[in-house]
């Protein structure tokens, strides 16, 4: 039997280590280690012993996602209790308006283009014009344009570039490419946009789907149990904080118990920053053939931080060009529903850009009869740092009441959580303009040690689920063949 070792239990995780065992199973054995802030990842959101709802923000599923709704179901779950459909709707804020306008988001060249022709935040010759140019950016979409040629541009320069008038990239409508991405308040490369847009581009593709229950209960925990039923080990509390090599391989890596502490406590988990760096928990793991790395592009960065031999080979000096920022999540409550919106909000000014009306997705409310609502946002803290959590939740409450009957507060609210998703192992990725050509790909320099994650080079390319379980099946694979252990 060959042994891997599989770091973190994120999507990409779970999906190599799942992977491993259906393609391989009896000549493998596959363990998982990860840092204990519950399965899933940044994608996991589950209710802690105080009825808290700890996430690292709201999660949407899109329908051209094909690898994770066939994994779900394999673990013998399936997509239709995970999440549910938003309607083809997406909702933009626009703030010169002091409105939300509905954007309608079936795909194709002429629904796209009809779906900003009928866009009423807009004045109409702008509509028109809007809508010739998605006709355009879909007909080269269609017709197979090599895309990571424009990975060096942003967006918004391209759209200019490409016909789009100037002031409307300055509308909200324009935000949702960028803020789609977590990049706000910077810039986002045109690779990444024109690739979502092409996946999005049949109206099957486009469906974006919201949550009936928290994640971690209807996706992440069935496929970490179906890993297990195959033979899998998870160990939690076990955080990689850098490996040993020699000549080719790597020999061992080095790990710690991080703060078991406030994670017994119910209280949010640890932070890597504030972990001792000598606490008594210390080990080294040697017992593998392979390992694959899916921990965040931050945190990779702090791994064997002082080598300086390592970093200053190619493949990893790269990496050093790439950042992840820290997002901010929120969840409110309240008594009496007010906001009516069916599909996620966009154009929010920063911080906190994103808001979902969940109530008639959740089966507390929708099965369950519980009363009133529940809106989930999220944001980037960029720009942000510096003000108190009560200076962003009532900023983000006060953006609300400007809405015509979205005012939350007057709905009386029952309970609000925010989350500052600062450490690295909680940061996302950012698809800046010019990161493709830093992203690394799976094969690392070292014989037995490879890479996974939505941040590593895979097939599918996007930061999201669907690329992380991309990611990660990619590495099983290359595991399997360099071990020689391909099953039948
Ligand atoms: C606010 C927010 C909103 C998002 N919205 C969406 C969305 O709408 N749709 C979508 O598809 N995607 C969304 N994403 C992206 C999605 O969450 C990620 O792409 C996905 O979780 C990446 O999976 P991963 O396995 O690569 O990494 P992660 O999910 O980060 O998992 C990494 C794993 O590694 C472990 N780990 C980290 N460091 C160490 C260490 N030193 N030692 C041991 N283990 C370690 C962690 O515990 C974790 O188990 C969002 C992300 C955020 C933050």
């Not at 994120?10 to 998982?32: D, H, T, W, Y």
């Not at 424009?150 to 759209?159: K, L, P, Q, S, Y």
């Not at 906190?352 to 009869?369: K, Q």
């Amino acid at each position: 039997m060959k042994r891997v070792l599989v770091i973190g239990a994120g999507p990409a995780g779970l999906a190599a280590g799942v992977k491993l065992l259906e393609r391989a199973r009896g000549e493998v054995s596959v363990k998982i280690v990860h840092m204990g802030h519950h399965i899933g990842g940044k994608a996991a959101s589950y209710k802690d012993a105080k009825e808290r709802l700890i996430e690292h923000g709201w999660h949407m599923f899109v329908g051209f996602y094909e690898k994770l709704p066939a994994l779900i179901a394999r673990a013998g779950a399936s997509r239709a209790k995970a999440v549910m459909s938003m309607q083809g709707k997406t909702h933009v804020y626009e703030p010169a308006r002091g409105q939300i306008f509905t954007l309608d988001s079936a795909g194709g060249r002429i629904a796209t283009a009809w779906n900003f022709v009928k866009y009423e935040g807009l004045k109409v010759e702008d509509r028109a014009h809007y809508a010739r140019f998605m006709a355009q950016v879909f007909e080269r979409l269609l017709g197979g344009e090599e895309l990571e040629q424009h990975d060096d541009v942003c967006f918004t320069r391209w759209a200019i570039e490409n016909g789009l008038l100037p002031h409307l990239t300055r509308t909200s409508l324009f935000r949702v490419f960028r803020d789609g991405y977590f990049n706000f308040p910077e810039q986002v490369s045109a690779y990444h946009t024109l690739k979502t847009m092409r996946y999005m581009s049949t109206s099957e593709g486009a469906e974006t789907f919201a949550a009936v229950a928290p994640y971690s209960e209807r996706v992440w925990d069935p496929i970490a149990r179906y890993f297990e039923s195959l033979g899998g080990v998870i160990e939690p509390y076990t955080m990689v904080r850098g490996f040993a090599y020699d000549g080719r391989r790597v020999t061992n890596l080095a790990v710690a118990r991080p703060d078991p502490v406030g994670h017994a406590s119910g209280d949010t988990p640890w932070k890597t920053s504030e972990l001792p760096t000598e606490d008594g928990s210390a080990r080294t793991i040697a017992d593998f053939d392979a390992v694959i790395s899916t921990i965040p592009q931050a945190v990779f960065l702090t791994l064997n931080a002082g080598d300086t031999r390592m970093w200053r080979s190619p493949y990893f000096a790269r990496m050093k060009n790439l950042r992840s920022a820290a997002t901010l999540s929120m969840t409110v409550r309240t008594k009496r529903p007010c906001v009516p919106f069916v599909g996620p909000v966009f154009g929010f000014p920063a911080p906190i850009g994103i808001a979902t009306n969940m109530t008639r997705y959740l089966e507390r409310y929708r099965v369950g009869g519980e009363e009133g609502q529940e809106i989930q946002l999220v944001g980037q803290e960029s720009g942000f740092e510096s003000w108190t959590d009560e200076q962003i939740v009532s900023f983000t409450l006060d953006n609300f009441a400007r809405v015509p009957s979205c005012d939350l507060r007057a709905a009386e609210i029952t309970y609000l959580e925010l989350h500052r998703n600062r450490s690295d192992f909680e940061r996302i990725f950012l698809c800046e303009p010019g990161v493709q050509k830093f992203r690394p790909g799976p094969l690392t320099p070292f014989a037995n040690f490879f890479l996974a994650g939505d941040w590593v080079r895979n097939e599918v390319d996007l930061v999201c689920m669907e690329g992380a379980v991309a990611s990660g099946y990619e590495a099983a694979e290359h595991v399997l063949t360099r071990l020689g252990a391909l099953g039948g």
